[in-house]
């Protein structure tokens, strides 16, 4: 797969921060989700606790049936430092290198991390997304910011994730009675199409298909290397 070169990556973290904040104001909240929507990829990221080889994984799975057909990952170092709010200077260059090594490019991307439900409206699914130029949606199992309510207990049942006055994403049940996610626009789609797609990506488990399958994927390529 081919894209467009964004932004270099040799930036300390108060360039990053900066560079968030310029790159903020290039996010669409605007769904540009293709209809029909025919396939949909997963990304997650995996290393070792203080480790500094990263494993990146992409699954494309096909809609409406989540059959897998096709995958691609990637393997490199980090020397970007662990700073909340800056993670996707330490997984995002792995990941795009996943991309690059990908046959399919798919309608939309699900992301196991932030949209803009981050303090500077600019997390992992939204810097992907500018990078790709696709639709992405973040699906994270934990909070970075915001405040919500809880949601109602069954599948599908939500709450606004709300930071400052805006609305930023959905806390999602995605199965009666377990955690909900948290989910957000990344760039190209809205929230509530981000919460349709989750929900349809979303069968037997917490996570949408997409994601625990890549995230499967990139442990057992950290395994393997063990």
């Not at 915001?146 to 049942?157: C, F, M, N, Y």
């Not at 999602?172 to 377990?178: F, S």
Request: hydrophobic share 45%; glycine share 8%.
């Amino acid at each position: 797969m081919e894209f467009a070169h964004l932004h270099g990556w040799k930036v300390d973290c108060r360039e990053a921060i900066a560079l968030q904040q310029a790159l903020a104001g290039q996010v669409r909240l605007e769904n540009r989700l293709p209809q029909p929507l025919a396939t949909v990829a997963g990304v997650d990221v995996s290393y070792e606790k203080n480790g500094s080889l990263f494993y990146a994984a992409v699954v494309v799975l096909k809609l409406p049936s989540l059959d897998p057909i096709d995958q691609a990952h990637a393997v490199a170092r980090v020397d970007f430092p662990y700073v909340p709010g800056l993670l996707s200077f330490r997984e995002l260059p792995v990941v795009l290198d996943a991309f690059r090594a990908l046959g399919t490019i798919p309608d939309a991307v699900l992301v196991d991390g932030q949209g803009i439900a981050h303090p500077r409206r600019l997390g992992l699914a939204s810097h992907l997304g500018l990078w790709l130029a696709l639709p992405t949606v973040g699906c994270a199992k934990s909070r970075l910011c915001g405040r919500h309510a809880e949601p109602g207990a069954q599948r599908g049942e939500r709450a606004p994730l709300l930071l400052g006055a805006d609305e930023v994403g959905a806390v999602l049940r995605t199965r009666d009675r377990v955690k909900p996610m948290y989910i957000s626009p990344g760039h190209l789609v809205d929230i509530p199409a981000a919460v349709e797609l989750v929900l349809a990506c979303t069968r037997h488990y917490r996570m949408p298909e997409p994601t625990r399958l890549a995230h499967q994927l990139t442990n057992q390529l950290r395994r393997a290397a063990l």
